[in-house]
């Protein structure tokens, strides 16, 4: 990508092709011009955790889901991840991942973790285990 | 929805993430501490914002609306099944400290990163973590070439309450980022006990 950009910048007035062009499916077609996630009115963290839901339907079968739903639950299949490992592994802004996880909340294909609220602070065992992990590392 | 929890389920809820920021001035090596003791390679997520047209772009005093693209760094530790560490580097510009808000929600802590050639640079970071009463600790990038300083001298010059830890670090060095987290940790741990404690009595 920061080829192209090198490229291009040195042909001033010369087209825009590939990622210069931008993305080719805006983000507000993805979320179907919300912006915010549904009725649920849930803010995922960034380190939220979502997880697969075992009894989950099947969401190739839904036809109200977009390819990028399917991306980040097969992005959940392989292992738990948080909403920012999901934004950067399906490549898509944050604020569009928040909106399709409502979707898929919404739709019992996925659980996610409560973050820790603010101004909370986990018990000290943890802490404990966390130095004694850093320290292992 | 019937809700039926079999073990897996209970073992997830129990998951635990926790977040640390690392902040500091512009080049000060935010992504580079984050890369030297993150597990994965630091992964770029980015923020799509709309923000009233700034003053460079301004179309004959129209107020437009242009989206503006952030991106945030972040790495992840993970000390056991179920409980993983994330650490974010934090915007450096200026214009983003809303999105500060967002990412201290609920964070363990903050290291600001500093560099003795150019202390001011910090000065905002230190000024907010204060301000929101997030314990932060200042670790000193030591560059090549820049004179040494103590602890003590860099904590007088950034007039630090007391007893916030200054570390002295090599953010490339995976060890020394090491050293600079758990320095954290145990503050965050003590500034929480102190916290109960002054809240019982």
């Known amino acids: ?18 990622h210069e062009a931008g993305p ?4 507000y077609a993805m979320t179907g011009g919300r912006t915010k996630p549904g009725p649920t009115g849930v803010r995922f963290d960034l380190i939220a955790l979502v997880s697969l839901d075992a009894g989950a339907p099947d969401v190739g079968d839904d036809s109200s889901l977009g390819p990028e739903h399917l991306a980040l639950t097969e992005l959940c299949r392989v292992e738990t991840q948080s909403v920012a490992e999901l934004a950067a592994g399906a490549d898509l802004p944050v604020g569009v991942v928040r909106v399709l996880l409502g979707d898929l909340l919404e739709l019992g294909c996925v659980t996610v973790s409560r973050p820790v609220p603010p101004a909370q602070l ?15 590392l | 929805m019937v809700s039926e929890h079999s073990d897996a389920t209970n073992a997830e809820t129990a998951a635990l993430a926790l977040k640390i920021l690392v902040a500091g001035g512009f080049g000060v090596g935010k992504t580079t501490l984050v890369g030297a003791v993150s597990e994965i390679r630091p992964l770029r997520t980015e923020e799509l914002l709309s923000e009233a047209g700034q003053s460079v772009d301004d179309t004959d005093g129209v107020d437009e609306k242009v989206t503006t693209t952030v991106a945030m760094d972040f790495g992840r530790i993970t000390i056991r099944s179920g409980l993983s560490l994330y650490l974010f580097g934090t915007p450096g510009q200026d214009r983003f400290w809303f999105l500060w808000d967002e990412l201290s929600q609920g964070a363990l802590g903050a ?17 907010y973590f204060e301000h929101r009463r997030i314990p932060f600790v200042v670790a000193v990038n030591c560059f090549v070439g820049a004179r040494p300083y103590g602890g003590d001298e860099v904590s007088r010059a950034l007039d630090l309450d007391r007893g916030t830890p200054v570390v002295l670090c090599d953010a490339r060095d995976r060890d020394s980022g090491k050293e600079v987290l758990i320095r954290l940790v145990e503050y965050a741990g003590r500034m929480h006990t102190a916290r109960l404690l002054d809240s019982v009595s």
């Open chain 1, 1 to 18: 990508m920061s080829e192209d950009r090198a490229g291009t910048s040195e042909q001033l007035g010369s087209q825009w092709y590939d």
């Open chain 2, 111 to 127: 290291v600001v990163l500093a560099d003795t050639r150019r202390l001011e640079d910090c000065f905002p970071a230190v000024d």
């Open chain 1, 122 to 136: 986990p018990d000290e065992r943890i802490l404990r285990e966390v130095i004694e992990g850093l320290r292992a």
């Open chain 1, 24 to 27: 080719l499916v805006r983000p």
